[in-house]
Nanobody, 122 residues
Framework: QVQLVESGGGLVQAGGSLRLSCAASGSIFSINVMGWYRQAPGKQRELVARITSGGSTNYADSVKGRFTISRDNAKNTVYLQMNSLKPEDTAVYYC????????????????WGQGTQVTVSS
């Protein structure tokens, strides 16, 4: 079984910072891409940031310069450092991983965490 577990969400004042973590566990052969998505009430889920196994990153325009994504390949963990938080960053943040399970190299699976709430007050 493969699981993604997020942590680090909470309530923070505008201008503050939070650091989200997501750990993938199970019979994992490799993880191609890990990323963070968010969904605010009444809105569609959107990509926040993603990072490849080689360290290449992509960010949504709304978070560039404020958020930083990183990963520890040895721990199968991805992080999202969020600085200068704004009320519009309030959402449930979901961890995503595109990975291959051991013994099934030809199959790439898409996994999601349960989400962690981030609330930014003004």
């Amino acid at each position: 079984q493969v699981q993604l577990v997020e942590s680090g969400g909470g309530l923070v004042q505008a201008g503050g910072s939070l650091r989200l973590s997501c750990a993938a566990s199970g019979s994992i052969f490799s993880i191609n891409v890990m990323g963070w998505y968010r969904q605010a009430p009444g809105k569609q889920r959107e990509l926040v940031a993603r990072i490849t196994s080689g360290g290449s990153t992509n960010y949504a325009d709304s978070v560039k310069g404020r958020f930083t994504i990183s990963r520890d390949n040895a721990k199968n963990t991805v992080y999202l450092q969020m600085n200068s938080l704004k009320p519009e960053d309030t959402a449930v943040y979901y961890c995503n991983a595109e990975l291959t399970v051991r013994g099934y190299v030809s199959y790439v699976n898409d996994y999601w965490g349960q989400g962690t709430q981030v609330t930014v007050s003004s």
